[in-house]
């Protein structure tokens, strides 16, 4: 089986916005926590598990890309770091989550998996429509077209 390059596995090739790429990752991201919430109450772990941990580094690397990319450009070109301290903060939370959910599967405690999952599903949610619907097109607006695509190219070999 082929190894999926980081673009196809982000899903980004052809997408031109701060907006279109994220958004599309968060998609991404979330069938595969669905994925292994869905695992989890099979009782099917070794499914759960790799799902998980795509969603794991998924997440991870997304929040990488936001916090050293895109919040920085956003910070720069808005003159406005409020937005950027919320999404950081939330990320804080999520990553401590992301732990948490990841020692209750390794423990294989389902129910302990489950909590956690419920809470990060929640979390994200909110914290996903604040970048969706705010921070996200605020960068777009904030770039012109060919900085637009820069930035969705950085995205592909980060």
């Given at each position: 089986?082929?190894?999926?390059?980081?673009?196809?596995?982000?899903?980004?090739?052809?997408?031109?916005?701060?907006?279109?790429?994220?958004?599309?990752?968060?998609?991404?991201?979330d069938r595969f926590l669905a994925d292994a919430r869905q695992g989890v109450a099979c009782g099917a772990m070794p499914e759960a598990r790799e799902h998980f941990d795509r969603f794991d580094r998924g997440l991870r690397r997304h929040i990488r890309l936001e916090e050293h990319i895109v919040f920085p450009v956003?910070?720069?070109?808005?003159?406005?770091?409020?937005?950027?301290?919320?999404?950081?903060?939330?990320?804080?939370?999520?990553?401590?989550?992301?732990?948490?959910?990841?020692?209750?599967?390794?423990?294989?405690?389902?129910?302990?998996?489950?909590?956690?999952?419920?809470?990060?599903?929640?979390?994200?949610?909110?914290?996903?429509?604040?970048?969706?619907?705010?921070?996200?097109?605020?960068?777009?607006?904030?770039?012109?077209?060919?900085?637009?695509?820069?930035?969705?190219?950085?995205?592909?070999?980060?």
């Amino acid at each position: 089986m082929r190894m999926k390059t980081h673009s196809e596995e982000f899903g980004t090739r052809g997408l031109s916005s701060v907006t279109e790429c994220l958004q599309a990752d968060h998609a991404r991201l979330d069938r595969f926590l669905a994925d292994a919430r869905q695992g989890v109450a099979c009782g099917a772990m070794p499914e759960a598990r790799e799902h998980f941990d795509r969603f794991d580094r998924g997440l991870r690397r997304h929040i990488r890309l936001e916090e050293h990319i895109v919040f920085p450009v956003f910070e720069e070109r808005t003159r406005n770091a409020g937005p950027v301290a919320v999404m950081n903060g939330e990320h804080q939370r999520i990553e401590v989550l992301l732990g948490a959910a990841a020692a209750a599967l390794a423990a294989v405690d389902r129910e302990r998996f489950d909590a956690a999952a419920r809470e990060l599903t929640g979390i994200i949610e909110v914290h996903n429509r604040k970048e969706e619907r705010i921070l996200y097109p605020k960068t777009d607006q904030a770039l012109d077209a060919a900085e637009r695509r820069a930035l969705a190219a950085r995205f592909e070999r980060s």
